[in-house]
């Protein structure tokens, strides 16, 4: 095998995949060269299992293509990645994953971020396919991506670190990402975009599938929580209906932001807004599942110190920001509630009770402290030096200290 397709399940790679299947002319290659890759994260669309296996997996057992589920074991790389599935008769689609994105996000008390590097991605897809490609299909030479439209900078990447012959799932509107990728051209790495030169777009995939599988909206690809789902008007009225169908997702995608903003009062899933307000919105009875499902989840006390430290060269730019995690104590709801009250005063500016201890100052370096009862799971973390920074740093004028 000399060709691999990472499948992400979407839209675009599905269309692509689906015509090297229905079309041998639509290939250079025979499909015993082809090897179909596809990373679990854990977290995909339930739905979207559901028509890969009623409608691909049947398809890769008749062509006898070899598909290999992969993912990863742990959150260090040193565990490597787990082979879920790997043969030319795949039975399952194994969307629940090893290690999940999910166990990631909850670990740090976090959500995914729209900004800067898609880091999810890079690890939990780019790194797990590499990891196998490397120790399985080292022959390989040509690799597809049915990259979408926020995937630039990984595709970017890939163009540039990969050698052969690479082949990318771009749209024919898309060809500014396709000039990116191709200035990394070299003798020994061409890249090949075959829906461009197919002259096709979204809705020529989504139309090819309808008429070789009969469903007429296969699904975006993405995490159930995914932010960039919700950053337009439209990615969020498509994702609130697939929350109608997934209520359940919906709950769990409440569940981790609230962790995050009990937290970080800035950790809101929509680019720092609250995924909950929408949801109280627009889907009331979905928030009301939530606060049943938040009364009887396991909580924890944490105790928050977050420390900004400023550039070198402009002391009034942010040079970093890190924070010192620690839980405290773990028991129901009410009686990490009871322990926080014992702690001071509560402040439930923002809708989430804390004890503040000492409040971010105007000026750098910035530093607050406070204790908070949320969603247990998150675990104590600070980097090494996390003491002696936080020392070592002035109160700024603005901050105000508050002891019990």
Not at 10 to 34: C, I, K, M
Not at 53 to 67: M, Q, S, V
Not at 84 to 98: F, K, Y
Not at 353 to 364: H, K, M, N, P, S
Request: net charge neutral; with cysteine; glycine share 6%.
């Amino acid at each position: 095998m000399n060709v691999v397709l990472s499948y992400g399940l979407g839209v675009d790679s599905t269309a692509l995949l689906l015509r090297w299947l229905e079309e041998p002319d639509s290939r250079d290659f025979d499909l015993d060269q082809l090897l179909v890759a596809t990373a679990m994260t854990g977290d995909e669309w339930p739905r979207t299992g559901e028509l890969v296996e009623e409608h691909i997996l049947p398809r890769l057992r008749e062509a006898g293509l070899f598909f290999a589920q992969v993912a990863r074991r742990g959150p260090s790389n040193t565990e490597g990645a787990a082979v879920l599935e790997a043969n030319d008769a795949p039975q399952d689609l194994h969307i629940e994953g090893a290690y999940t994105l999910k166990e990631e996000l909850t670990a740090a008390g976090t959500v995914p971020q729209t900004a800067g590097k898609r880091l999810c991605s890079l690890k939990f897809k780019g790194w797990p396919i590499d990891t196998y490609l490397r120790n399985h299909a080292p022959q390989a030479t040509r690799h597809a991506f049915g990259y979408e439209k926020t995937e630039l900078a990984r595709a970017e990447r890939c163009a540039n670190h990969m050698r052969g012959r690479l082949v990318f799932g771009y749209e024919k509107s898309e060809h500014l990402r396709a000039r990116k990728a191709q200035k990394f051209d070299e003798p020994r790495r061409l890249a090949e975009f075959p829906l461009i030169e197919w002259g096709w777009d979204r809705h020529d995939c989504q139309r090819y599938i309808h008429e070789v599988t009969g469903v007429p909206d296969w699904p975006k690809s993405a995490c159930v929580y995914c932010p960039f789902a919700l950053t337009s008007i439209a990615g969020r009225e498509r994702t609130l209906q697939r929350y109608d169908t997934s209520p359940e997702s919906a709950v769990e995608t409440l569940l981790l932001e609230w962790r995050a903003l009990c937290l970080n009062s800035r950790a809101g899933l929509i680019a720092g807004n609250r995924f909950m307000s929408l949801i109280g919105e627009r889907r009331p009875e979905i928030a009301t599942i939530f606060q049943e499902r938040l009364a009887s989840e396991p909580h924890a006390l944490y105790r928050v110190r977050r420390l900004w430290r400023p550039q070198r060269k402009d002391p009034e730019k942010v040079a970093n920001a890190s924070r010192d995690l620690q839980v405290l104590a773990t028991g129901t709801r009410a009686s990490c509630r009871e322990r926080l009250t014992e702690q001071g005063p509560l402040d439930a500016g923002d809708g989430i009770e804390r004890v503040f201890r000492l409040r971010r100052g105007a000026d750098l370096p910035a530093r607050e402290h406070f204790f908070v009862a949320g969603p247990a799971g998150a675990r104590s973390k600070a980097l090494p030096s996390f003491d002696s920074w936080w020392s070592a740093a002035d109160d700024p004028p603005a901050a105000v200290e508050r002891r019990p």
